[in-house]
């Protein structure tokens, strides 16, 4: 089991530069800089022409939090011809379309397809491009939007009854609610041979709660959830400049900061050891998730000790997480401009020198060898300490597409579920995106043509995430308890960002207000759920033979 790191142990392994500072006042929250923005990429394709007109769609991207501002992103409508392509791999000559027997329309008619876009966008502006030339009579629309712009047309779509045929629910509305509302319809029928095709997929890809409502699958894992935005990604000669190599030794987190540190020191202003998105909350939160994790915290998904249902905000690995932060800050190693930029900004300032270190997933190896093919970069483990175990957690399923209840085309809608959930499809998804989304099944991933480093993205997940419990599987009655919980204000990454600005003076003092406050937020949503009828307590939020080295699969619920 788990070895505790004390605090003062962590203390010792990072430095004493932060100290006093965490011992000071606690001050007022931090209000996070403006949010991102994204690109929405809007493709019709026509049998006619190659390209269509160009709209403009106002957008926003949002923060988990009340202060977070946002600013407008420009939509374009590009053709699938011209859609970029994170691989060097021709997509038509990668994907091959289904040949399911499904009996599709004979008619003129449009299937409309939505979803949140950054890879997904590379694959599905040639495939459908491709799918609408075996189907001329089928016109294929594709949205590829930011979340927000989802949030708002997918639910008008639905109050209207002209919602996209597929799309993704939007964030903030659970699952269950889209299922108990009607918005969408189970897929056992519109998917030709389902039985077997659902048999195919590995181990722990349909879960009652997330995939599967009342006994009928509504959706299906076209990726994994096994990925982690805490890998070092780091410029390769500016590392060996200073003599180190974590792709050789994975670092500790006395490595990390040294290297930070000398690193900042060689460039001379020029470069920096370290650098982040430091504008989105959000990413001061997974940072100090990851760490703490890594660090041997009892913490799964949700920052919840999943053995006693707690949170652990205030966990030592946590502060200790906290303070190697502010220790980078004290050394002056973190790019100076963190705190204005969104981690899209942060990878690309790395790979134009600007800094030598950035913590982020395959997707950022996925967009270095599209954007900058000259560029000389590694990957390696998260930085790690403490005796572990050193794991990160999953939850089940990513990139879920879910069918709307009064689509009119639904079996042009199992024709390619039925592609996208076989593992030839999902390895041609692989190669396409070069990785930049890994697939559910694991030997698509193997058998993917990708950049090695992409590969020994998922090399390194392999060794350190496993599944978490999730109590709506146990007991469904949790989805209610979803739909009455709030998000709390600051919440966890906007506070950690005060922390490091210093507007929070008391890092300690910090964490247990943001740990009491959720608490008494599940607490409340607990209890309005019971006075409407639902059959749950916090006891739902416990798993006493959780181990966060093991993966909490179907097996453990069926005992």
């Given at each position: 089991?788990?070895?505790r790191?004390s605090?003062?142990?962590?203390?010792?392994?990072?430095?004493?530069?932060?100290?006093?500072?965490?011992?000071?006042?606690?001050?007022?929250?931090?209000?996070?800089?403006?949010?991102?923005?994204?690109?929405?990429?809007?493709?019709?394709?026509?049998?006619?022409?190659?390209?269509?007109?160009?709209?403009?769609?106002?957008?926003?991207?949002?923060?988990?939090?009340?202060?977070?501002?946002?600013?407008?992103?420009?939509?374009s409508?590009?053709?699938?011809?011209?859609?970029?392509?994170?691989?060097?791999?021709?997509?038509?000559?990668v994907?091959?379309?289904?040949?399911?027997?499904?009996?599709?329309p004979?008619?003129?008619?449009?299937?409309?397809?939505?979803?949140?876009?950054?890879?997904?966008?590379?694959?599905f502006?040639?495939?459908?491009?491709?799918?609408?030339q075996?189907?001329?009579?089928?016109?294929?629309?594709?949205?590829?939007?930011?979340?927000?712009?989802?949030?708002?047309?997918?639910?008008?779509?639905?109050?209207?009854?002209?919602?996209?045929?597929?799309?993704?629910?939007?964030?903030?509305?659970?699952?269950?609610?889209?299922?108990?509302?009607?918005?969408?319809?189970?897929i056992?029928?519109?998917?030709?041979?389902?039985?077997?095709?659902?048999?195919?997929?590995?181990?722990?890809?349909?879960?009652?709660?997330?995939t599967?409502?009342?006994g009928?699958?509504?959706?299906?894992?076209?990726?994994?959830?096994?990925?982690?935005?805490?890998?070092?990604?780091?410029?390769?000669?500016?590392?060996?400049?200073?003599?180190?190599?974590?792709?050789?030794?994975?670092?500790?987190?006395?490595?990390?900061?040294a290297?930070?540190?000398?690193?900042?020191?060689?460039?001379?202003?020029?470069y920096f050891?370290?650098?982040?998105?430091?504008?989105?909350?959000?990413?001061?939160?997974?940072?100090?998730?990851?760490?703490?994790?890594?660090?041997?915290?009892?913490?799964?998904?949700g920052?919840?000790?999943?053995?006693?249902?707690?949170?652990?905000?205030?966990?030592?690995?946590?502060?200790?997480?906290?303070?190697?932060?502010?220790?980078?800050?004290?050394?002056?190693s973190?790019?100076?401009?963190?705190?204005?930029?969104?981690?899209?900004?942060?990878?690309?300032?790395?790979?134009?020198?600007?800094?030598?270190?950035?913590?982020?997933?395959?997707?950022?190896?996925?967009l270095?060898v599209?954007?900058?093919?000259?560029?000389?970069?590694?990957?390696?483990?998260?930085?790690?300490?403490?005796?572990?175990?050193?794991?990160?957690?999953?939850?089940?399923?990513?990139?879920?597409?879910?069918?709307y209840?009064?689509?009119?085309?639904?079996?042009?809608?199992?024709?390619?579920f039925?592609?996208?959930?076989?593992?030839e499809?999902?390895k041609?998804?692989?190669?396409?995106t070069?990785?930049?989304?890994?697939a559910?099944?694991?030997?698509a991933n193997?058998?993917?043509?990708?950049?090695?480093?992409t590969?020994?993205?998922?090399t390194l997940?392999?060794?350190?995430?496993?599944?978490?419990?999730?109590p709506?599987?146990?007991?469904?009655?949790?989805?209610?308890?979803?739909?009455?919980?709030?998000?709390?204000?600051?919440?966890?990454?906007?506070?950690?960002q005060g922390?490091?600005?210093?507007?929070?003076?008391?890092?300690?003092?910090?964490?247990?207000?943001?740990?009491?406050?959720t608490?008494?937020?599940?607490?409340?949503?607990?209890?309005?759920?019971?006075g409407?009828?639902?059959?749950?307590?916090?006891?739902?939020?416990?798993?006493?033979?959780?181990?966060?080295?093991?993966?909490?699969?179907?097996?453990?619920?069926?005992?």
């Amino acid at each position: 089991m788990t070895q505790r790191l004390s605090r003062r142990a962590a203390l010792r392994l990072i430095g004493g530069a932060s100290a006093t500072a965490l011992l000071a006042a606690c001050g007022s929250s931090a209000a996070p800089a403006a949010a991102p923005a994204s690109q929405a990429t809007t493709t019709s394709v026509s049998k006619t022409t190659s390209a269509t007109t160009s709209q403009a769609a106002s957008t926003a991207a949002s923060q988990t939090t009340s202060a977070a501002t946002s600013q407008a992103a420009s939509s374009s409508t590009v053709s699938a011809a011209a859609s970029p392509s994170s691989s060097s791999a021709d997509p038509t000559s990668v994907i091959k379309l289904p040949q399911t027997g499904v009996k599709l329309p004979t008619d003129k008619v449009t299937f409309h397809w939505v979803d949140s876009g950054d890879s997904k966008v590379v694959f599905f502006t040639a495939f459908f491009k491709m799918y609408q030339q075996a189907h001329p009579n089928i016109t294929m629309q594709y949205d590829g939007l930011p979340w927000v712009e989802i949030g708002k047309i997918v639910p008008i779509g639905v109050q209207n009854g002209n919602a996209p045929d597929v799309f993704q629910v939007p964030q903030g509305i659970p699952t269950a609610q889209a299922v108990k509302e009607g918005w969408v319809q189970p897929i056992e029928d519109i998917v030709p041979n389902f039985q077997q095709w659902k048999a195919a997929f590995p181990p722990n890809s349909f879960f009652e709660g997330i995939t599967t409502f009342n006994g009928k699958v509504y959706t299906f894992p076209r990726s994994t959830s096994k990925r982690t935005s805490n890998l070092i990604f780091y410029n390769v000669d500016q590392m060996q400049r200073a003599g180190y190599d974590p792709a050789a030794k994975p670092f500790t987190w006395d490595d990390f900061r040294a290297a930070a540190k000398k690193i900042t020191q060689q460039g001379n202003g020029q470069y920096f050891g370290f650098i982040t998105g430091g504008n989105q909350t959000g990413k001061w939160g997974s940072t100090v998730s990851g760490l703490a994790q890594v660090a041997g915290a009892k913490a799964g998904t949700g920052d919840v000790n999943w053995q006693t249902g707690e949170f652990t905000y205030t966990s030592d690995e946590y502060l200790a997480a906290i303070d190697l932060l502010l220790a980078l800050k004290s050394d002056n190693s973190v790019f100076p401009g963190s705190l204005s930029i969104n981690e899209a900004d942060a990878r690309s300032r790395t790979a134009q020198g600007a800094a030598t270190m950035v913590l982020a997933g395959e997707f950022c190896s996925a967009l270095w060898v599209r954007d900058n093919p000259d560029f000389k970069f590694n990957v390696a483990a998260p930085p790690i300490t403490g005796s572990g175990p050193h794991n990160l957690a999953y939850d089940i399923g990513a990139n879920h597409q879910w069918l709307y209840a009064k689509s009119k085309v639904p079996a042009v809608a199992g024709d390619i579920f039925y592609y996208l959930g076989t593992e030839e499809g999902q390895k041609e998804w692989v190669t396409v995106t070069n990785g930049s989304d890994p697939a559910a099944y694991p030997q698509a991933n193997q058998q993917a043509d990708i950049d090695p480093r992409t590969r020994q993205c998922y090399t390194l997940y392999d060794q350190f995430l496993y599944l978490n419990p999730m109590p709506v599987v146990r007991n469904p009655d949790v989805t209610q308890v979803l739909l009455e919980r709030k998000a709390i204000h600051p919440d966890f990454g906007t506070v950690v960002q005060g922390i490091y600005t210093g507007q929070l003076k008391d890092p300690k003092a910090a964490m247990k207000d943001v740990q009491d406050r959720t608490e008494a937020e599940l607490e409340r949503a607990i209890k309005v759920a019971q006075g409407k009828g639902a059959k749950v307590s916090r006891d739902d939020w416990k798993f006493p033979d959780w181990d966060p080295s093991q993966d909490y699969g179907q097996e453990k619920y069926k005992k």
